[in-house]
């Protein structure tokens, strides 16, 4: 069986260190060593007439460009199954967009009749704690919530005491985990709950460093989305609570959104973190066609600059798919929210 992309960077990673002898030290920087792995590159190639094989995905490329930190878009015309992948196999931060998997993960539990969206958990808040100091960063419980409320709470403001109170619930990030390789979703990796993601963000620089804790790969997402989408896994009425979460979703207005025409639904959930901004959804037309989509962008500069280049992709990609024809030469898009 082919290595996944996390035991492969972990060879790459373990290969590094071994190269960087004080002969050598100035000579090793992690774009080599990613090179000389996996006979690719840590950022897109910037000669993207040779590298994308059509005008679409030569265009996001290039709205894509790393120079300034890494960037990673996946996206799938779910009518036609036409794809776009820039840096799409690379793990990136998942940051908060991880809890649509936590969302689905409790969800299987209520159509398997072992939990039920009127259970009720309490919030975990988080304790005050220095960084690093435990393994897991400690909590305390808050307001009793019926599980619903609790999802509702996760996807639409991002709540973290909501997040790992389900967490907790299915029984550990491990049963999140488990549930994405039984969906078939390699790539996604669920390592701490939040309160602990939060005390100990910033410890690596993602937009030069590869951190396989807490990662996905921008293709595993948009697969995620897919399946949800298409009522894969979940019954109807459990792809309906994850759907119509995503649709109300308050943060992330500069986002995805941003650059929408009025007339396409978005349904999308955001992640932040250090040096760290994504955004994954799903885009609905007036024609009924619908585009799953993941970008996770890193580095430039500030995060209204990374949120401006989330918004951006996002249009190009769907103006891409709506109107094939496009001459993506001139094309341009600015910032703005919606």
Known sequence: MKD????????????????????????????????????TELREPRDYSAAYDNPLERHIA???????????????????????????????????????AIAATY???????????????????????????????????????????LIDLMITRSSNPATDALIAAVGGVDKVNDWARRAGIDNF??????????????????????????????????????????????????????IDAMERCRTGTRRIPALMPDNVTVAHKTGSLNNTSSDIGILTGPDGRSIALAIYVTGQGTRSNREARIA????????????????YANAEYGGGSR
Request: hydrophobic share 45%; charged share 20%.
């Open 189 to 242: 990796n669920l390592t701490r709950d939040i309160a602990t993601l939060v005390r100990d963000d910033g410890e690596f620089d993602p937009a030069v460093h590869i951190d396989l804790r807490d990662s996905s790969t921008p293709a595993a997402m948009v697969e995620l989305l897919s399946g949800i989408y298409q009522g894969r896994w979940l019954s109807a009425e459990s792809r309906a609570v994850i």
């Open 4 to 39: 996944s992309i996390f035991a492969r960077i972990a060879a790459a990673a373990a290969l590094a260190i071994a190269s960087i002898v004080p002969a050598h030290a100035e000579e090793q920087t992690i774009e080599s060593a990613f090179d000389a792995h996996f006979g």
């Open 107 to 149: 969800l299987e539990m209520v159509d398997k009749g072992q939990l039920s969206l009127t259970s009720e958990f309490p919030l975990l808040l988080p304790v005050r704690s220095q960084r690093f100091s435990t393994a897991v960063a400690p909590v305390r419980n808050g307001e009793y919530m019926p599980a619903h409320q």
């Open 312 to 327: 951006s992709i996002a249009r190009a990609i769907y103006d891409g798919y709506a109107f094939p024809q496009r001459n």
């Open 62 to 100: 290039s709205l894509a460009d790393g120079s300034q930190g890494r960037i990673g878009v996946a996206a799938i015309d779910l009518a036609t199954g036409q794809q776009i992948s820039i840096l799409g196999d690379q793990p990136f931060p998942m940051a908060s967009t991880s809890k649509i």
